[in-house]
């Protein structure tokens, strides 16, 4: 029962963090008039690699992203603390940061194209919002 608890809090966190985690990126080429979508279509061309298209390339970002955040969020649900989880899943979410922009974004064009800082931003907006759920979580008692 504790491991079927532990892996809807890491999907709800997941999800949570990948709906929150754009947001920096988004609003910053807003400011800066940049295509808001630019993230989401480099993010696609982690499946489709050749691919132009603005919906295949929304498409395949969905899958790409999606999966990666709940991934990522079954992990951090398991790893952080309990003690400060906001600020330890801000780190974990800059950890990943340098793993997916890094180590894969060197290797993926698109991605490697985009500012740094609003992504480095994004990432540590979705750590912060999987350690709020874990906190919110932990504060409901529903582990």
């Not at 600020?87 to 060197?106: E, H, K």
Request: proline content about 5%; aromatic content about 4%.
């Amino acid at each position: 029962m504790y491991r079927a608890r532990n892996t809807r809090a890491g999907l709800v966190a997941g999800t949570v963090g990948a709906i929150v985690g754009g947001i920096p990126s988004t609003g910053h080429a807003l400011v800066t008039g940049r295509d808001p979508l630019e993230a989401t279509f480099a993010a696609g061309t982690i499946l489709l690699p050749n691919e132009e298209r603005r919906g295949r390339l929304l498409m395949s970002a969905a899958v790409a992203h999606g999966a990666i955040s709940l991934v990522w969020g079954l992990v951090l649900v398991r790893v952080l603390p309990r003690r400060h989880p906001v600020l330890a899943g801000t780190a974990a979410g800059l950890a990943i940061a340098a793993l997916d922009l890094g180590i894969v974004g060197r290797r993926i064009e698109r991605v490697h194209r985009l500012p740094l800082g609003p992504q480095l931003a994004d990432h540590a907006a979705y750590g912060a919002a999987v350690g709020a759920v874990i906190a919110r979580r932990d504060k409901l008692g529903w582990q």
